[in-house]
């Protein structure tokens, strides 16, 4: 299975040649996004997070992926500051992937359940809009998550402006257990060692 960082909170996950793209963005700290896929999943409808229109859809492939969603919210206040986030669980080739979008608070232990021994988590930690590097290793460790990718976070000229940089969420971990890609993507296996992936940013 493919897994392709294409900003933000932007992924595409591939597998058997099937596409798919979650939280495409339009905002004004990153290229325009212009990307194609089979399907498009959005966590909530926020700008940054739901801009399916740059997404080009294709029809009439079989999908080989089953996805559930986990009702969760933007905030610490039960939604009452930025309303719901729904996390995407995709699943293929006996892998499980997770994409939390605008996750805001330390989930519940049913909401958790729901997402407990991911092969690979992709995880909001910069603060400010969503869970910041603190409760996102949290997070990580209470799901058991095998493999974790960090996203909505500031990087160079790209990103939120008011969200932390990746720095500290990489500073909870030993070295040992971060990759650091020269790429975008990576392939997802069931025997891919345990810790961080930290994608490039590619312009799609």
Not at 49 to 58: F, P, Q, R
Not at 103 to 111: I, K, M, Y
Not at 134 to 140: D, E, F, G, P
Not at 167 to 192: H, M, S, V
Request: aromatic share 8%; proline share 5%; net charge negative.
């Amino acid at each position: 299975m493919e897994i392709i960082w294409l900003g933000h909170a932007c992924f595409a996950v591939e597998s058997a040649g099937y596409r798919v793209v979650l939280d495409p963005y339009l905002m004004d700290t990153y290229p325009p996004l212009h990307t194609h896929a089979d399907a498009v999943f959005c966590s909530h409808g926020h700008a940054d997070h739901n801009n399916a229109a740059a997404v080009e859809l294709s029809t009439g492939k079989k999908s080989p992926f089953t996805v559930e969603t986990v009702k969760t919210f933007h905030d610490d206040k039960h939604g009452a500051l930025r309303g719901e986030n729904t996390m995407h669980v995709l699943r293929a080739e006996g892998l499980t992937v997770v994409h939390c979008g605008d996750l805001g608070h330390f989930p519940t232990e049913a909401q958790l359940a729901a997402i407990r021994g991911a092969d690979a988590l992709l995880i909001p930690v910069g603060g400010y809009y969503t869970i910041d590097a603190a409760t996102a290793k949290r997070v990580a460790d209470a799901a058991e998550a095998r493999v974790v990718v960090p996203m909505h976070y500031r990087h160079g000229e790209y990103g939120l402006r008011p969200v932390g940089t990746v720095e500290e969420f990489l500073a909870l971990y030993p070295n040992e257990r971060i990759r650091y890609l020269t790429g975008n993507a990576f392939t997802l296996t069931a025997d891919a060692p345990e810790g961080v992936v930290v994608p490039i940013f590619r312009a799609a």
